[in-house]
């Protein structure tokens, strides 16, 4: 029996009891606007289901997540290095049901494009008129020799926040002083790229203050990264004789891994490690492969102006799973990119044309607790991608007081806190 009890009541009581196939279904035909299914509940799908629903109430919207708590990355790399706590970095989605935002608490196992249906692992169904991914990324375990998912027990990447960031930061406690540390960095694209450089500068940090023997050596498949002269710069000021970051140029590629006897190796030496942070190649979530909307280089192109992917009509793709021209993947992409969506997904079901849409990014980067630096980028549609608006953004100034870093600090700080609130509070 059911009446008597509130919608958003049986919302909460669905999604706390794990949802029965038959509650999660959406009753087909019921409302005006449409049913939309939203897959992953991170950054980009959980605004999305959310601001889905306030622009059009009368929208069906189905959240799908896979995990019951999420665990955000940014500022995951203060938890690395002892600044702060995990339990800061945990959501849930609970909220989004006050919304109206209906929560199914399974993994997407299969899409059917010809019949509009959503499989989960429980095998049931949903049907959709409109489907938006928000998977994030996986790690490509078939692209670097040595590293597997058994491998990323001893050599965690932690680019996926939780278990694998506590992981990294035991690793690094119980690390004796004088051990050396190597990051393994990427080359493009790959989610939040300053990201191997603000873990590098913060792990820099806890060596300095808890374990100064200790070294820290990056290893890059880049020359070239984000925010780099401000990086490379703050280095020299606080890590000198800490941190080395060699380059793809000087043989800073990492070409294979043995976990058993810790080593790191790239064309020109083998580096032995007594804590290895293993940054592997990534792509699309994989619940994109399965949708068929992943091209060769595993990410998923779309369209600029609605972000419906270019491979199958009425499938969008937003965050880190898409390619997004010159927007980097960062949980402020995701989280601008999904109410351009929302917009455009309400306009596509009213049959009416999407507008054109302008977005905005801003990295903050810690380089020691008191000590940020930032980047910003506004893009707009042009030729079939998303491309910087010339003029607009910009990046910290390279010499600026301590004052500047220290409020860029609290700037990123505060971004979260906002940003947090907004898609899960
Ligand atoms: C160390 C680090 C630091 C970072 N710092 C910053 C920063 O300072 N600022 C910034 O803007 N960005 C930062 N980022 C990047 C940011 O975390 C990502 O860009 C952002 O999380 C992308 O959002 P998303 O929604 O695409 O993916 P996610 O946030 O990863 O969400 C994806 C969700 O989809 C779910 N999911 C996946 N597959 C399925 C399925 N089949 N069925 C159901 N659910 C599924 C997952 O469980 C997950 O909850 C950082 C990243 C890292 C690794």
């Not at 804590?275 to 792509?283: E, G, L, T």
């Not at 030729?383 to 301590?402: K, M, T, Y």
């Amino acid at each position: 029996m059911t009446h008597g009890i509130s919608r958003r009541a049986l919302l909460a009581s669905t999604a706390a009891a794990g949802c029965s196939a038959a509650l999660c279904v959406p009753a087909l035909g019921q409302g005006a606007g449409g049913r939309v299914v939203v897959i992953g509940g991170g950054f980009a799908g959980a605004t999305c289901a959310r601001f889905l629903k306030r622009m059009d109430p009368r929208l069906i919207v189905t959240l799908v997540e896979a995990s019951p708590v999420f665990v955000a990355c940014p500022l995951s790399n203060s938890v690395i290095a002892g600044l702060r706590d995990i339990a800061a970095q945990q959501f849930t989605l609970d909220k989004l049901a006050d919304d109206g935002v209906a929560l199914t608490r399974a993994p997407a196992s299969g899409i059917n494009t010809q019949t509009r249906a959503v499989t989960l692992t429980n095998n049931s169904r949903i049907s959709y008129d409109r489907l938006v991914l928000a998977p994030g990324i996986d790690i490509r375990w078939d692209a670097l020799p040595g590293y597997n998912e058994a491998a990323a027990d001893r050599m965690p990447h932690a680019w996926k926040a939780g278990e694998q960031t506590l992981l990294l930061r035991r690793q690094l406690e119980s690390m004796e002083d004088g051990g050396t540390v190597v990051i393994s960095a990427p080359a493009n694209p790959f989610r939040c790229p300053p990201g191997p450089y603000e873990r590098a500068s913060l792990i820099a940090y806890y060596l300095k203050t808890k374990k100064p023997k200790s070294k820290l050596i990056v290893l890059d498949a880049k020359d070239a990264f984000s925010k780099q002269r401000l990086f490379q710069k703050a280095w020299k000021e606080l890590y000198p004789g800490i941190l080395e970051w060699v380059p793809l140029s000087a043989g800073g590629k990492v070409t294979s891994v043995d976990p058993a006897g810790m080593t790191v190796v790239t064309d020109f030496a083998t580096h032995k490690a007594s804590v290895a942070n293993v940054i592997p190649p990534q792509k699309a979530g994989r619940i994109a492969e399965a949708a068929g909307i992943a091209d060769r280089t595993g990410w998923c192109p779309v369209d600029p102006v609605t972000f419906e992917s270019k491979q199958q009509p009425g499938i969008h793709v937003i965050g880190d799973a898409a390619i997004m021209g010159a927007m980097p993947k960062s949980a402020f992409s995701a989280n601008a990119q999904a109410k351009v969506c929302a917009a455009a997904v309400v306009r596509l079901l009213a049959g009416k044309k999407p507008d054109q849409p302008k977005l905005i990014n801003t990295c903050y980067s810690l380089v020691a607790p008191d000590y940020g630096i930032s980047i910003a980028g506004v893009y707009h549609a042009a030729d079939g991608q998303l491309r910087d608006v010339e003029g607009a953004g910009g990046i910290s100034p390279i010499d600026a007081p301590s004052s500047t870093r220290a409020q860029d600090a609290s700037l990123a700080n505060g971004w979260f806190k906002t940003i947090t609130e907004e898609v899960f509070g």
